[in-house]
T-cell receptor
């Protein structure tokens, strides 16, 4: 079974630029999550989708971060404009309803 | 107070040692509890769920004390391959799916 796919794997941008990350969940998984993991910290939930609806985005910095999951499958996470403190690994995870979350390999973002 | 707090580590142990990790959580309404393992520069992977009755999976034993809001993980007979960061995780929404991760404790097992 294919796992969660993410791209790109690495991205380096300058502050104030924009960036977008893409996630393709495991087929059939209704729930999709985006996490931010800063070096030395555990992952922090940014947003949770169930199908194409948002369940929880309370920790998403909405002035600069946005996410969508059109058609309830793939998802994109965008940062505009990026700040130095956005340097982190962005992890996507998917799960069946009330099931185990499976994480993708992540996108490592460096903002200079 | 942080939502999920873990021993800071790192833990450096020889092969064959027994090592215990502790974790406390602040939200008494938390619904689900897990230990995840994360290898260097890799994604987290579920190690085991944690139940009040305690559960064991081979060399790994997890315990939950709801009254004390305390979770533990015991690893017996440590192997080199156990070297990783262990993340204590709590699920806080009604379905237990909004996961809150601790910072993680790093374990290094040496020969």
């Amino acid at each position: 079974e294919a796992g969660v796919a993410q791209s790109p794997r690495y991205k380096i941008i300058e502050k104030r630029q924009s960036v977008a990350f893409w996630c393709n969940p495991i087929s059939g998984h209704a729930t999709l999550y985006w996490y931010q993991q800063i070096l030395g910290q555990g992952p922090k939930l940014l947003i949770q989708f169930q199908n194409n609806g948002v369940v929880d985005d309370s920790q998403l910095p909405k002035d600069r971060f946005s996410a969508e999951r059109l058609k309830g499958v793939d998802s994109t996470l965008k940062i505009q404009p990026a700040k130095l403190e956005d340097s982190a690994v962005y992890l996507c995870a998917s799960a069946p309803l009330r099931g185990e979350q499976y994480f993708g390999p992540g996108t490592r973002l460096t903002v200079t | 107070r942080k939502e999920v707090e873990q021993d800071p580590g790192p833990f450096n142990v020889p092969e064959g040692a027994t090592v215990a990790f502790n974790c406390t959580y602040s939200n008494s309404a938390s619904q689900s509890f897990f230990w995840y393992r994360q290898d260097c520069r890799k994604e987290p992977k579920l190690l085991m769920s944690v139940y009040s009755s305690g559960n064991e999976d081979g060399r790994f034993t997890a315990q939950l004390n709801r009254a004390s809001q305390y979770i533990s993980l015991l690893i017996r007979d440590s192997k080199l391959s156990d070297s990783a960061t262990y993340l204590c995780v709590v699920g806080n929404n009604q379905a237990g799916t909004a996961l809150i991760f601790g910072k993680g404790t790093t374990l290094s097992v040496s020969s």
